[in-house]
């Protein structure tokens, strides 16, 4: 781990100052969350929040609920983006904690809160040191990443990327120990999809099945055919995921209903075969309801596409990370079917997604994303801020 160069030094004295400010911030977020699409005071927070650093550059409403905020260096060059994300989930806060959410039924279950934090605390310790970087600074506060079609495509459809050289992102993750972060290059994350399959047959009683078109046998058929779409039509060598998540039909024990609905998500990397898993859909329910005399309705969302970590910009970020916080703190990043929308930043410039540790010793830190009992190890807003920081001084720097 190398000496910390003088500017980078006072910032991160700067930033272990600040701490336990941002971990009030994160704290507030954390008791007020919103979800996708509605997050009108989260976007106040942060704006105001900007505005009292002594920010000039900010525009809000962008894609939405987006913020992004510009900060110039002292002399021109090159123009790096920095990404946190601010919606909340559809989830009730079991944790018994003093921050517990106040919105019943809404929690920040994956971190977002912290992100946000982390990201605010950056940005005012940059402006406090802009004498001391060159280039450009976008700060992007992004909403709606759990909820497709996201908020990230329309931030970009908003010009938020314009003229930006260089896009990072970090996510915290409770599988990783605090103190250490998760990098790698090439494709770390699935495009997500969703389907949603309405069987129309022709219900009756259910002691004279033979004059009704049964759909819930029809779509018992198309769960079990669909499972086979990765198995026989998908190379061996290559991945995808087919679940169904919802399976409706019928309200009486003897009562055969008119429809059916399913539904469900398919996961891939690969664009030829997230189109492949896409048709072979399609070829199996219209094949099974022909077969039995009904019809079908499919509709089908394509979400976000599979993120894809850039080697050039994953390796510099190894690099820097390695000589910052010692190359034993940092860990292979896991590929996973989960999905991210960040994935649209970085289809449109280099960059890379990294993800911090937020677990410690105690099993309040080992929830999964997404548990009604979710927290985090708050020391990894620190980390987040560090690793920022060290981008921004590193490739901006004197």
């Not at 209903?257 to 896409?278: I, S």
Request: hydrophobic share 40%; charged share 25%.
């Amino acid at each position: 781990m190398e000496k910390l160069a003088e500017p980078l030094l006072k910032v991160y004295t700067e930033l272990e100052n600040n701490f336990p400010e941002v971990v009030e911030w994160r704290r507030y977020l954390h008791q007020h969350p919103e979800l996708s699409f509605q997050e009108t005071e989260t976007a106040n927070f942060i704006a105001e929040k900007l505005r009292s650093f002594g920010y000039k550059q900010i525009q809000t409403n962008v894609g939405g609920y987006g913020i992004v905020a510009a900060l110039e260096g002292y002399k021109p060059g090159p123009t790096i983006a920095l990404r946190a994300d601010f919606d909340a989930l559809p989830i009730t806060d079991e944790k018994d904690v003093s921050y517990r959410s106040k919105s019943p039924g809404v929690m920040h279950a994956c971190g977002h809160d912290g992100h946000t934090a982390a990201l605010l605390g950056t940005a005012k310790v940059l402006l406090e040191n802009r004498e001391s970087f060159k280039g450009k600074i976008v700060l992007l506060f992004q909403p709606a990443e759990e909820a497709p079609p996201g908020g990230a495509r329309a931030m970009i459809e908003d010009n938020a990327l314009n003229g930006v050289d260089y896009v990072f992102g970090a996510h915290l993750d409770s599988s990783v120990p605090v103190g250490k972060i998760a990098l790698g290059d090439g494709f770390k994350m699935a495009a997500v999809d969703k389907f949603a399959i309405t069987v129309q047959g022709k219900g009756g009683h259910g002691a004279a099945p033979q004059e009704t078109v049964d759909p819930i046998v029809i779509g018992s058929d198309i769960v079990s055919a669909l499972q086979k779409i990765v198995s026989r039509r998908v190379s061996p060598l290559d991945s995808a995921v087919v679940t169904l998540g919802v399976f409706q039909s019928g309200q009486a024990f003897n009562v055969i209903p008119d429809t059916a609905r399913l539904e469900g998500t398919v996961r891939t990397f690969d664009a030829d075969v997230r189109q492949k898993v896409k048709q072979q859909i399609h070829k199996i329910v219209e094949g099974i309801t022909s077969g039995f005399d009904a019809t079908f309705q499919i509709d089908y969302l394509e979400g976000y596409p599979a993120l894809y970590n850039h080697p050039k910009e994953t390796e510099l970020l190894q690099k820097l990370f390695a000589e910052q916080f010692d190359k034993a703190n940092l860990v292979p990043l896991r590929t996973g079917m989960g999905a991210e929308d960040f994935s649209y930043y970085l289809q449109e410039k280099p960059g890379s997604f990294f993800k911090v540790g937020s677990r410690n010793e105690d099993p309040a830190t080992h929830y999964s994303h997404h548990h009604p009992k979710f927290d985090i190890d708050e020391r990894a807003l620190l980390l987040t801020e560090k690793a920022f920081t060290k981008i921004i001084f590193s490739i901006l720097g004197n």
